[in-house]
């Protein structure tokens, strides 16, 4: 059996929504500080509606595979859509990970999070915190991730 899934390789070798969005009304970064992966989202929203996205990744096959996958399961969705989304339904999506690569579900979840709740910010909407990781708590330090905006 292959390590990793015709989707994985797809998404690695020919990643969606690759780039920045200039005047994204959303902006999410997050990393993992056990492997070094960085992503970026970059969302652009209208009447609640992810009308555009877009990332960059600094990381390995899985976590620009991730990313790409996340991207296409949140374009076109509304906020609460997107927000719903799980690392599982990442990592489902792409046919499986690695158990070793399942933190890079975990950013592409992580990095939709960080850009809806700088959307939040950046546009005054009241929005419920416990919803959103503080990811600078012991539980996140354990897991090698660290908020890098």
Known sequence: MALYSEKVFDHFK??????????????GEVGNAKCGDIMKMYL????????????????????IASSSMATTM??????????????KDVVEALDGLP??????SVLAEESIK???QD?????????DK????VLEDCEACDAGQVRMV
């Not at 990643?15 to 902006?27: F, S």
């Open 14 to 27: 020919n990643p969606r929504n690759v780039g920045e969005i200039p005047d994204a009304d959303g902006i």
């Open 44 to 63: 652009k929203i209208d009447n609640n509606i992810i009308t555009d996205v877009k990332f960059e990744t600094f990381g390995c096959g899985s976590a």
């Open 74 to 87: 949140i374009k076109g969705k509304t906020i609460e859509e997107a927000l719903a989304v799980t690392n």
């Open 99 to 104: 158990a070793h690569k399942l933190h890079c």
């Open 114 to 116: 960080s850009a809806v």
């Open 119 to 127: 959307y939040y910010e950046k546009n005054n909407i009241p929005y």
């Open 130 to 133: 416990s919803k959103f990781p």
